[in-house]
């Protein structure tokens, strides 16, 4: 048994920032590869981030230079430092990863956290 709990999200204004966090709990042995997805009002869902458990990391265009993606292996956490908000960077953003337990390995979706960048 395992989930992803995101938070950080919150009402900025543009040019700011906000650090988003995923936290794994449960029964979590390790966090394999993960992702930060995000979804606006009335538009798809976008892959923002994504990074391996090597820790190499890819970006969308639209976030390159401005967002970074980590993570701290021991505290089962990824984060996403985002900075030079845009008001088109409002959305939902979720975390999605590969969660190995002590039985299973599956990939697990958080709630998602909401960003509001204000002009």
């Known amino acids: 048994q395992a989930w992803l709990v995101e938070s950080g999200g919150g009402l900025v204004q543009a040019g700011g920032s906000l650090r988003l966090s995923c936290k794994a709990t449960?029964?979590?042995?390790?966090?394999?590869?993960a992702r930060w997805y995000r979804q606006a009002p009335g538009k798809q869902r976008e892959l923002v981030a994504s990074?391996?458990?090597?820790?190499?990391?890819n970006y969308a265009d639209s976030v390159k230079g401005r967002f970074t993606i980590s993570r701290d292996n021991d505290q089962h956490t990824v984060f996403l430092q985002m900075n030079s908000l845009k008001p088109e960077d409002t959305a939902v953003y979720y975390c999605?990863?590969?969660?190995?337990?002590?039985?299973?390995?599956?990939?697990?979706w958080g709630k998602g956290t909401l960003v509001t960048v204000s002009s």
């Open positions: 999605n990863a590969e969660i190995d337990t002590v039985v299973v390995s599956k990939e697990y």
């Open positions: 449960g029964s979590i042995y390790s966090i394999n590869g």
């Open positions: 990074i391996t458990s090597g820790g190499s990391t």
